[in-house]
Structures are given as C-alpha cells and as structure tokens.
C-alpha cells in the first residue's frame, strides 16, 4: 500500500511550548488528510479533517486555536500544539485519502506527544 | 450520535485458535472496515467491507457485513503471535455525509495469544 510518514514519531516538551508534528505521503497525491488522537488503550478519535489549500474542518470539541492545522501541498499536512499543557499529552495519528474510497485512506505511524 | 461498540474488549487465545469478535452499532453503516494497530503504530487496514451480506477474506482474516447494517465480525484462522494487537472497526461517520472519508472507530479488541 502507499505510504504515509509521520515526523516525530515522538517528542517531549515543556508545558507552555508549541510542537509541530509533520504527515507526508510519500508516493501519492493526497486530497484530504485527517488527524486523530488517542488516548491510552483508547480508540482512535477524529480531530480534523483538512484539504489541501483550504482551511481544516474540526470536529466538535476540538480547538481551534490550539491545534492549528496547515495542508499547504497535496503531500503535506501539519498539525501544531500550541501552548501544550500536559492534558495535550496523546498519541496523534494522522491519514492521507488519495482517492474516493476509504479503502485508500493509509495511517502514518503516529506521533507519541509527552507535555511535561 | 453514532457509535460502534466492539467485543470482547480483550482476549487470550492459544496459538492456532480460531478467534472471533465483533462490532454492532445502532446506525446503519454502508461501510466496514476492520483495522489492526500494533503498539506504537498507526492502523493498518485489513479488510474492507462494502455490501450488506459481503463475506471477504484476507489470508486467515475473515470479515461478514451483517444483513442489518448495523454489524460485522471478524474471524481470525488458526492465530499466531504476530496476531497480537488491537483490533478496530470503523466506519464513515454520517457527518458531511460521509463523503470525506471520516471515519469512526470503535473501542478495539486487544488480542494477546499465550505462549
């Protein structure tokens, strides 16, 4: 299947810093990406769906303002904690669509966040 | 809201059991999707389901779309121990209606196999 890379795979930082976390895909163009977040032995919960030069769509009980979301190229999307507080402390993953069907949307590897 | 409950939320098998878990929901889904995620690693899709009734295998992996749309189980063939993992379905959420390919997970199955 394509491939999807996620930069960090982990990071620590201070309480109060920003983090940007990086998802490319590698050999394919992708029209939307989307962000989730997980919990420790917890399922997998959508943040944002973005698509390349248009603003991100959040879901409900996401902000904003915290997790700013850029999708400047068909093959970048990044997604950035601001001000993190411990609470941000999570494992986000995010995916790449290529096409029309679900069964073309790929997983990066995820990136463990740790807000100390 | 939709919400895709999954069980048993975890289970020891022994190696070369046959495994089976499932998901149901109170919507209808048009869609099934069964994912395993290993430690430490984003989810890989294994079998996708598209039609109520469809039966799809992938090697040992075999997954049904319940008549109702609103399940689907998956049976896992004589296990092994890279099988161990947690196993998720999801679905495209009914926001945008559908159509962006959001998708919703369900609370997973943690598969450990004994030694």
């Known amino acids: 299947g394509a491939v999807v890379s996620q930069h960090p795979s982990r990071v620590i930082c201070k309480s109060g810093t920003s983090v940007k976390i990086e998802c490319r895909s590698l050999d394919f163009q992708a029209t939307t990406m989307f962000w989730y977040r997980q919990f420790p032995k917890q399922s997998l919960m959508l943040m944002a769906t973005s698509n390349e030069g248009s603003k991100a769509t959040y879901e409900q009980g996401v902000e904003k303002d915290k997790f700013l979301i850029n999708h400047a190229s068909l093959t970048l999307s990044t997604l950035t904690v601001t001000s993190a507080h411990p609470e941000d402390s999570s494992f986000y993953i995010c995916?790449?669509?290529?096409?029309?069907?679900?069964?073309?949307?790929?997983f990066g590897q995820g990136t463990r966040l740790t807000v100390v | 809201g939709q919400q895709l409950n999954q069980s048993p939320q975890s289970m020891f098998i022994q190696e070369g059991e046959d495994v089976s878990m499932n998901c149901t929901s109170s919507?209808?889904?048009?869609?099934w999707l069964w994912y395993k995620q290993d430690p430490g690693e984003g989810p890989v899709l294994l079998i996708a389901l598209y039609k109520a009734g469809e039966l799809t295998s992938n090697g040992r992996l075999t997954a049904q779309f319940g008549i109702t749309r609103k399940d689907s189980f998956l049976n896992i063939s004589a296990s092994i121990p890279s099988d161990v993992g947690i196993y998720f379905c999801a679905g495209p959420s009914l926001d945008y209606g559908g159509s962006q390919g959001n998708l919703i997970f369900g609370k997973g199955t943690k598969l450990s196999v004994k030694p």
């Open positions: 919507s209808i889904f048009n869609t």
């Open positions: 995916s790449a669509k290529s096409g029309n069907f679900y069964t073309e949307a790929f």
